[in-house]
């Protein structure tokens, strides 16, 4: 028996009998309407078999291509009822894959990752070092969270902790804070030299009460620092829509290239301005995400290709 078999799961996404007898059909609506507006109540019934296969790109007769596609796909895998009340598309079964997916090619041991969005604990980042050995550089701009993760890693061998986010420029920004999740809003821009200072400031100053004074620094200046001319194995973003301001900063900075793997969870980011009511923010939402994912994709795909994933969920990138 060859080894894979005896995996049990991270390999691919079991579609189960029903959506996978509709898969040939599905796929073939897919090619002959490329999602043309006249078959789209059709195509919506397809989503379960389509985005179950385009997670490992295994769509029959088709190849996704982040230039053409990603429009597309970004909004036909919005998180709706149906696509979330799925067990197929179940969203812990697909964020299962960021580490149970066997990485190829592997990552060599005693190599660099680095994990952006580490929260309190750094689960994810544990787990790696665990299992493979790797020299983390854990990323976390929040003060509160940042002082977990010191009380529960600072000692520990294989991990490096920098309280600050990754981004395209440098600059203080204002987190919010919740339970399980935070997201940086409101950016304010300040002159590089006076970055400490501006974060004390805006710490005394307050804001409301569940933000932060952070502080997010360009790829370009802290990448190089952190990790001089070193290959990098891993980088592993979960930080609540910061993902697309990070890619573009390390994309700007031409530290892509020296990356093996990708792994990045997708958000939603909040639509904020005027709209008419609820519904509309939440489609106004989805249009600003998609421009900013498929950019994303735009910037991964020169250099990385897409091995298995959806839109909003995770999904990995290997070199090229
Ligand atoms: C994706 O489409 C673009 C534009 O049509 C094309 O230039 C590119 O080669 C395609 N990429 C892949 C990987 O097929
Ligand atoms: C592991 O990597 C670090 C630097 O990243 C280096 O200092 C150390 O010697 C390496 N250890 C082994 C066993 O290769």
Not at 42 to 52: D, K
Not at 90 to 107: G, H, Q, T, V
Request: proline share 5%; charged share 25%.
């Amino acid at each position: 028996m060859r080894l894979w078999a005896l995996l049990p799961l991270g390999l691919s996404v079991d579609l189960g009998h029903e959506a996978a007898a509709r898969l040939d059909g599905c796929a073939q609506l897919l090619l002959e309407t490329r999602g043309a507006r006249n078959h789209e109540e059709e195509l919506m019934s397809c989503r379960v078999p389509l985005l179950g296969s385009l997670h490992e790109d295994r769509v029959p007769g088709y190849l996704y291509n982040a230039t053409e596609d990603c429009h597309f796909w970004a909004s036909y895998a919005a998180r709706d009822r149906h696509v979330e009340g799925s067990s197929v598309l179940d969203f812990s079964r697909l964020a299962a894959f960021r580490l149970s997916a066997p990485f190829e090619p592997p990552l060599r041991r005693n190599g660099t990752a680095l994990y952006v969005g580490a929260h309190r604990l750094g689960e994810d980042g544990v787990e790696f070092q665990r299992r493979f050995g790797l020299q983390m550089h854990l990323f976390e701009p929040s003060p509160t969270y940042f002082k977990s993760l010191q009380r529960s890693l600072a000692s520990w061998p294989g991990f490096t902790l920098h309280n600050y986010g990754l981004g395209s420029k440098t600059r203080v920004a204002r987190l919010q804070l919740s339970g399980t999740a935070s997201r940086v809003v409101d950016p304010e821009e300040v002159v590089d030299e006076a970055v400490s200072e501006a974060v004390s400031e805006a710490a005394l100053a307050g804001g409301p009460e569940d933000t932060e004074a952070v502080w997010i620094r360009a790829a370009a200046e802290a990448i190089p620092e952190v990790l001089g001319s070193e290959e990098v194995e891993l980088l592993h973003v979960n930080c609540e829509g910061c993902e697309y301001d990070v890619v573009q900063g390390l994309a700007q900075a031409q530290q892509l290239p020296r990356i093996a793997q990708i792994q990045v969870a997708t958000h939603l980011l909040e639509f904020r301005g005027p709209s008419s009511d609820f519904q509309e923010a939440v489609a106004l939402s989805l249009q600003v995400s998609t421009q900013r994912y498929c950019e994303m994709h735009r910037l991964l795909a020169r250099t990385h290709r897409r091995v298995w994933g959806l839109p909003w969920v995770w999904e990995r990138w290997t070199r090229k």
